[in-house]
């Protein structure tokens, strides 16, 4: 790292810190006083906005009249980078919950707003019982009429490209009988990519689109509905992705 990188390094991220232990205190020690946690919400929102605008990240943003304005849904987003979180917490409406690595909730403030918020801790690679415990408590956030924020690839990408999808959400979803908003983002990727700690060296635009809701289709055989939602909401993502995509091709304005 040069001086010029470590300059930006410190210029981005000490600031980030410092929110995320201002917002964090709100979160903890106001949230629980307000109705529905409602400073808890807030909190994560200006976390987000103010983290996003400090890392020089603008953000471009569709499809909000999309999402269903009550009951219970699904956001399902690609996953490009670390700083997803951050984007996609500063424009998609709703009190939703997050499907966050156990290994966040460790973390001072922010983990700490995480779980009093009630967002979802979840491992990678745990055997089948564990991810059943998982998705069942997806499906009660669900019942409980919230929204969920998934990340349906299971982990971020490694070549910018949209992975296969894991089938968790879906069967929430369909336990749930929950519509699955689909949710394409791109610019991310350079980024914080996985293994990369930099943010943007020059102001940098995300762009998000998001889809028309996929309702739950019926039938009797669980596995098959689900099977029929992953299609359909990995369809859906990968045209909206190319559209998020060519945008940023052809820059302001395209």
């Not at 979160?27 to 929102?45: C, I, K, N, Q, Y």
């Not at 399902?76 to 156990?102: E, F, M, T």
């Not at 089948?128 to 409980?144: D, M, P, Q, S």
């Not at 910018?160 to 069967?171: L, N, T, V, Y």
Request: charged share 25%; hydrophobic share 40%; aromatic share 8%.
């Amino acid at each position: 790292m040069n001086a010029g990188e470590a300059w930006t390094f410190v210029r981005q991220w000490v600031p980030f810190g410092l929110r995320t232990v201002g917002y964090g205190c709100v979160s903890v020690f106001v949230g629980p006083f307000t109705r529905e946690h409602s400073a808890s919400l807030w909190a994560m929102r200006q976390w987000c906005i103010s983290s996003a605008r400090g890392l020089e990240i603008g953000i471009e943003a569709s499809g909000q009249d999309n999402v269903p304005e009550s009951g219970p849904f699904v956001y399902c987003s690609n996953h490009q980078s670390l700083v997803d979180i951050l984007i996609l917490g500063a424009v998609l409406p709703g009190d939703y919950k997050w499907a966050a690595k156990r290994s966040l909730m460790k973390i001072p403030f922010l983990g700490w707003h995480l779980r009093l918020a009630g967002h979802v801790p979840v491992d990678r690679g745990v055997g089948g019982k564990a991810a059943e415990e998982v998705i069942e408590r997806f499906t009660e956030v669900l019942r409980n009429g919230k929204p969920l924020l998934i990340f349906p690839e299971g982990t971020r990408t490694l070549d910018g490209e949209i992975k296969d999808f894991k089938p968790g959400a879906f069967r929430a979803a369909v336990r749930g009988n929950a519509p699955i908003v689909p949710v394409a983002l791109d610019g991310t990727f350079e980024m914080m990519s996985k293994g990369d700690r930099r943010a943007a060296d020059d102001r940098a635009v995300v762009r998000v689109k998001i889809g028309a809701p996929i309702e739950v289709p019926g039938g009797e055989d669980e596995a098959e509905r689900v099977r029929a939602m992953m299609r359909a909401t990995r369809e859906a993502m990968v045209h909206l992705f190319e559209e998020v995509r060519e945008r940023s091709a052809t820059g302001p304005g395209g």
